[in-house]
Structure formats: C-alpha cells, structure tokens
C-alpha cells in the first residue's frame, strides 16, 4: 500500500523560506518520478516541481523556478522541496504526488498522470 504523508507547511512573510518533506512508503520501482503539486482557493491544481528517480532530474513549473529546489533523500524515502523568496501568490495547499508506472519527461508536472496522493500540508505567505 504506497502512502505519501506531507509536512513542513506554515505560515510566513514574503521573502522568507520554508522547507516541505514528503514520507512515502510502498513506491515500486515502477514509479519513475515523484511531484509536488499546490491548490490555491478557487484555482486549479498545479504542478510545481518533479524529480526523476532515475537520473535524479528535476523540472520546475516557471513561476517557481530559480525559487523552489526539489531534492530525494533515498536514505530516509522522503522527497523534500525546499521553497525561498516565498510570495503571496504561493499560498495554497501543497500535494506530494507519484504515479503507479514509469511517465514520460512531459508528464511529470501533470496531475491528472498521477496515482497516489499525500493528502497535503498548507503553506500561507503574508505580504
């Protein structure tokens, strides 16, 4: 049984940072990529940052790139995302998300590709 459980989210003042852990457990081989997605109110769901198990490549959505840092610790099975200069614009409700089987280079940052989710962890930024 895979199980994603998110931690970290809090609530800060732009330009300051936070740092999200995603736990997982029950990940086969099959699954080539894990992601991080966010919900804001009223929006959709998007993809924000995902790394490729295999050659440990990462994407970025481009609203964060330069800003957040997706890394694995294979040690501990938790993918982190590591989040500075944070803006207003980032609050939502921030998901760690993995498919069941192996997904192309453009489907990583796509939630409908994905078959597990961590139910989140909210992150808040005040101006």
């Known amino acids: 049984q895979v199980q994603l459980v998110e931690s970290g989210g809090g609530s800060v003042q732009a330009g300051g940072s936070l740092r999200l852990s995603c736990a997982y457990s029950?990940?086969?081989?099959?699954?080539?990529?894990m992601t991080w997605f966010r919900q804001a109110p009223g929006k959709e769901r998007e993809g924000v940052a995902v790394?490729?198990?295999?050659?440990?490549?990462?994407y970025y959505a481009d609203s964060v790139k330069g800003r957040f840092t997706i890394s694995r610790d294979k040690a501990t099975n938790t993918v982190n995302l590591q989040m500075n200069n944070l803006k207003p614009e980032d609050t939502a409700m921030y998901y760690c998300?993995?498919?069941?089987?192996?997904?192309?280079?453009?489907?990583?940052?796509?939630?409908?590709?994905?078959?597990?989710w961590g139910t989140g962890t909210l992150v808040t930024v005040s101006s």
């Open positions: 998300a993995a498919p069941a089987a192996g997904l192309g280079y453009d489907l990583g940052l796509n939630p409908g590709s994905m078959d597990y």
């Open positions: 029950g990940i086969t081989y099959r699954t080539n990529c």
């Open positions: 790394i490729y198990t295999g050659a440990e490549s990462t």
